[in-house]
């Protein structure tokens, strides 16, 4: 149970690092920005074109009596919308981080350089093509698990009782787990490892992985708060990271000292 007040932690420190380093806040606000306005321009789309598509996709229903038409294409137009939305908030971060990939790297470095006891960063010495290219092979592979959950979850969530009550719960967390993931993504994949490797290490401290994920998946809900929270996000998960490794970090950073043995 520590680990999740520790995970917590890690999240409020990486804001406060930002706040610290007004420049690098800024650079990093503008992949987050450059997300928000093409998921909205999808969102709205869905909105306006979505009956449409509906209709189109149902058209064994066209002759079906009223109400029952209206409340069937209704109901199935809600559902996509719903699905929509799960989709942007399971998936914004990776979207961001791909688009951020440069930002978040140097910022990620920064960080590490920060809190290093040597004032160093580790570098993976690969070419950008080839880090843009990992990032979003192993992006792609998270996004078709976290669809899957997404997906077995809202069905679920139909299910009388526990579908309005233990399932939106076990939601939270899972979208924890992948938003850690993909944020620790960054300075892991700076270090050699994994995927598979960060996935392990990952579930080795779930509860540190939880109290850093779920209360940071909750405030992702809104697309706008996730912009401004993003670079902090960064910051924090670059933290996490190196005590998930093991790697000690300097009290004058902003650590605070029983974090550092954790």
Do not use: C
């Not at 598979?196 to 992702?220: D, M, N, Q, Y």
């Not at 990271?241 to 000690?248: F, M, P, S, W």
């Amino acid at each position: 149970m520590r680990d999740l007040g520790v995970g917590f932690q890690y999240l409020l420190q990486g804001q406060r690092w930002v706040a610290r380093n007004g420049k690098q806040y800024g650079f990093g606000l503008l992949p987050g920005l450059i997300t928000l306005v093409l998921y909205l321009a999808a969102l709205v789309a869905l909105a306006v074109w979505g009956t449409d598509f509906v209709a189109w996709a149902t058209p064994f229903a066209d002759d079906w009596s009223s109400p029952w038409l209206g409340l069937f294409r209704g109901f199935l137009v809600a559902v996509l919308f719903a699905l929509g939305l799960l989709l942007a908030v399971l998936t914004f971060t990776a979207v961001t981080l791909l688009i951020g990939q440069p930002f978040y790297e140097s910022l990620s470095e920064h960080v590490d350089r920060d809190v290093s006891p040597d004032g160093t960063a580790p570098e993976s010495g690969l070419p950008l093509w080839r880090e843009l290219w990992i990032s979003a092979r192993d992006s792609l592979r998270i996004l078709v698990r976290a669809v899957l959950w997404g997906v077995l979850l809202f069905a679920l969530g139909f299910v009388p009782l526990v579908g309005q009550t233990v399932i939106p719960v076990i939601g939270f967390f899972v979208t924890g787990f992948f938003l850690t993931e993909e944020l620790t993504a960054v300075a892991l994949q700076r270090r050699g490892v994994d995927l598979r490797a960060r996935l392990t290490l990952l579930r080795s401290r779930k509860a540190l992985v939880w109290g850093f994920g779920t209360p940071l998946g909750l405030a992702f809900l809104v697309p706008v708060v996730a912009v401004f929270l993003m670079p902090g996000a960064v910051a924090g998960a670059t933290l996490m990271a190196r005590d998930l490794l093991g790697e000690e970090m300097r009290d004058e950073a902003g650590v605070p000292e029983e974090e550092l043995t954790a």
